[in-house]
């Protein structure tokens, strides 16, 4: 590749950065606040396995919103299933 053409690319990806910058910062924002919940399911469950209804109360969320991270979470080997707990299974951090 030319000077010249390394140039050209390097003007490209300013003016797109430019362009995108607003979707580029919710995108950094939303990874910034998933990466919080994460954590703070992972404190949650660090002293012992607990339901989706005690998993949310510790990380102040709506249930159904901490049942998709669970289930995100178990699928990537994070949490796993533990034993049932009345009508809810418990869980637990895999690794």
């Known amino acids: ?20 910058s607003e979707t580029i910062a919710k995108a950094r924002a939303a990874v910034k606040e998933q990466s919080g919940v994460i954590k703070g399911i992972r404190e949650a469950l660090t002293p012992a396995p607990k339901t989706i209804p005690e998993i949310a109360e510790a ?12 289930s995100t979470l178990k699928r990537y080997g994070i949490v796993g299933e533990g ?13």
């Open 1 to 20: 590749m030319s000077e010249k053409e390394k140039k050209a690319n390097s003007s490209a990806m300013k003016v797109l950065r430019q362009e995108r």
């Open 83 to 95: 034993a049932k707990d009345g009508d809810y299974f418990k869980y637990e951090l895999t690794c």
């Open 59 to 70: 990380v102040s969320m709506e249930t159904e919103q901490v049942l998709q991270y669970i």
